[in-house]
């Protein structure tokens, strides 16, 4: 019996483990030949992308309900290493520190926010990068009422004006009213960031935009200051300015998983392994590498982009032809050449934008709605536990764009 291993059920890992099994099940290829087997340390695959809302209640989907029908082994476990040479998973499970043989690998350990030697940012700064980090924030906001009052006890103020930090400081205000209630109390939210403006990685368009979002919503912006120091109490910003905050959001920068570091390849300035457009590792005989893990020119000249746009097809893909790769069967490149993006703007609406110039496709309540189909549809696999379905879900094509609403 051959095993492939999947590490990571996010965005790729979940749709590459489920596309290989699909690809087993088309060749008639059974468990007694190619085991696949998805390793995770949760047993939720978490709808990452959602963790900046008030409300997490639906943003988790139960793996064995979408591996189960499907007949993918589910290990949790904590990856602690991978041996290359003799293709062995390192992990540390409930019982005890263990070795998973391989014959194929995906890897798909995603990412996670980068925290650099502020002082006081890891003891009082809240994030949103995993669910339980957005539940922790949002049950400190909610907790607010009883803390003893001080000058920034309904003030928040979120680090990084990148489309993360613009998510969270857009939901905010509400989110800071919903605990006030009738308390006395003015919210007050405030976004800074380093580069000389807010939406940096947004572009020009857009960024007109989210300043009028963000003006309607009476969100303060601080563009251009470092942050030097954080405390129970605020932050103190490279001006010398001092914020009193009782609530601070750190939302600056993504970083791949570090076992990237272990494989043999010059990886990209996110940490990023290069793969080729059959999503294998460079130069690596049985290793595969996808989601925000991996890097290749996804349209042919752009890099394609740590996300769930990204991950998913690449899940896909990489699912389909580590199959065809252990089978000696020929595989198939990845293409897209599309790509959009659509930031979430609270109660003000959203925006989405078309191209890699991101030029505005609609703005508003319109935009609103293609982000609350993608982000409480699109992305989600089947959950009405039919194989078929779940199977057809994760053929390897190229999804069509996102419907706009207009
Ligand atoms: C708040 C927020 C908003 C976002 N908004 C958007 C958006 O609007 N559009 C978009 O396209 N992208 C967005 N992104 C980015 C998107 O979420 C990521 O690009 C995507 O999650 C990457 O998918 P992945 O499968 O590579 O990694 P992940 O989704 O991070 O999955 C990695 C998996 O690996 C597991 N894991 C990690 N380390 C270990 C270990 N050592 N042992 C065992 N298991 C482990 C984790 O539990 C997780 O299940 C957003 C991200 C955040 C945080």
């Known amino acids: 019996m051959e095993r492939i291993v999947v590490l990571g059920a996010g965005f790729a890992g979940l749709w590459a483990a489920i596309g290989a099994a699909r690809k087993l099940d088309e060749l008639g290829v059974g468990p007694d030949r190619v085991e696949v087997t998805l390793v995770d340390r949760s047993p939720w695959h978490s709808i990452r992308v959602r963790n900046y809302e008030a409300d997490l209640a639906e943003t988790r989907v139960p793996l064995d309900d979408v591996l189960g029908p499907i007949g993918v082994k589910r290990l949790e476990a904590e990856v602690t290493g991978i041996d290359f040479t003799n293709r062995r998973v390192a992990y540390s499970g409930p019982d005890a520190p263990s070795l998973l043989p391989y014959d194929r690998l995906v890897f798909a350990l995603g990412s996670r926010l980068a925290r650099p030697s502020i002082p006081g940012l890891d003891m009082h700064a809240f994030d949103v990068d995993t669910y339980d980090a957005g539940c922790r924030l949002n049950a400190h906001v909610a907790a607010l009422p009883a803390r003893a009052p001080s000058p920034g006890q309904w003030t928040a103020l979120i680090i990084g004006g990148g489309l993360t930090g613009v998510e969270v400081a857009t ?81 600056a920068g993504m970083q791949a998983h570090p076992l990237t570091a272990r494989f043999l390849v010059e990886r990209d300035r996110f940490g ?41 097809p690449i899940g896909r893909f990489a699912g389909h032809n580590v199959v065809c790769d252990l089978l000696g069967l020929p595989m198939l490149p990845l293409k897209i050449d599309w ?21 505005v496709a609609t703005t508003g309540a319109a935009a609103k709605r293609t982000k609350e189909t993608i982000n409480r549809q699109r992305i989600y696999p089947p959950r009405s536990g039919d194989r078929r379905e779940i199977f057809e879900a994760a053929a390897p094509v190229v999804q069509a764009p996102p419907a706009f609403f207009r």
């Open 171 to 251: 939901e905010m205000p509400g989110k800071l009213r919903a605990a006030l209630g009738d308390a006395p109390g003015t919210p007050r939210v405030i976004i800074a960031d380093r580069q000389p403006w807010i939406g940096s990685d947004m572009g020009e368009e857009a960024r007109a935009v989210i300043d009028e979002a963000l003006t309607a919503l009476g969100i303060e912006t601080r563009p251009g200051v470092s942050v030097a120091a954080i405390d129970h109490d605020g932050a103190v910003f490279s001006t010398g300015e001092r914020v009193a905050a009782a609530t601070i959001v750190w939302c």
């Open 272 to 312: 990023r392994v290069p793969v080729d457009p059959f999503l294998k590792v460079k130069g690596m005989p049985a290793e595969f590498a996808a989601g925000d893990v991996a890097w290749f020119p996804i349209d042919g000249s752009h890099s394609c982009v740590m996300s769930c746009q990204h991950g998913r």
């Open 339 to 359: 790509y959009t993006t659509i930031l979430d703007l609270g109660p003000w609406g959203a925006v989405c934008t078309e191209g890699w110039d991101r030029r």
